[in-house]
């Protein structure tokens, strides 16, 4: 399995993603830390180095460290980067960008596409666009709220409508209206911006 490091500065973001590729069983999480001076410690005191550090634009270290591949391109230029895009900001340079409607698998594609490609530059930045612009959850309807934390969970859309007690094709509609209303690509995109805006409980 490919091993890969968490660097994230939200907890609650940090443990979704965690709980979420351990549920996959895919990847193998080496290493999970908060910003680039943690990781830099964990990787001088570890004889498994990732093949992938997963971060987003806001683990930016307090120590002059700014981002990780500043870090990997220094010390550890095999290790390549993907940048979770779920900060408002425009993305970063690199490839992935994201399209409408994918899921899990589209981020299980990106880490073993990076890996496996051999044009991509180690140290620097990938990037998958997982969010868009910033978004006040209060505006959000209750049913939008519940949805969004059901988008958390293991359950299928299908399962998601019998939790909600509505139809299937309404719960397309609300996933379509959200992605549409959050500027948001995907149901992983959906579930990092209810765990970023406390919506969803871990």
Known sequence: MIEIALVTNNVSMRQFLKELFIAKNEFVIT????DSTELASLLQHTARLPAVVVTDI????PKGISTPETLLQQHYPAIKVLDLN????KPTTGTGILPHHPDY???SKKIREIVDRKDI???TRQTLQLSGNPFDASTLTS???LFLQLCTTELTYKEIAEQMNITPKTTDRYRDELFKKLNIK???GL???AVRNGLATL
């Not at 290493?31 to 908060?34: D, P, V």
């Not at 779920?86 to 900001?89: H, K, N, R, S």
């Open 143 to 145: 049913k939008q709220k």
């Open 105 to 107: 698998q589209t981020l």
């Open 58 to 61: 806001t683990s930016v270290s």
């Open 191 to 193: 579930a990092l911006y």
């Open 31 to 34: 290493q999970e830390t908060a």
């Open 186 to 188: 995907s149901r992983v």
């Open 121 to 123: 530059v180690t140290g």
């Open 86 to 89: 779920t900060c408002y900001d």
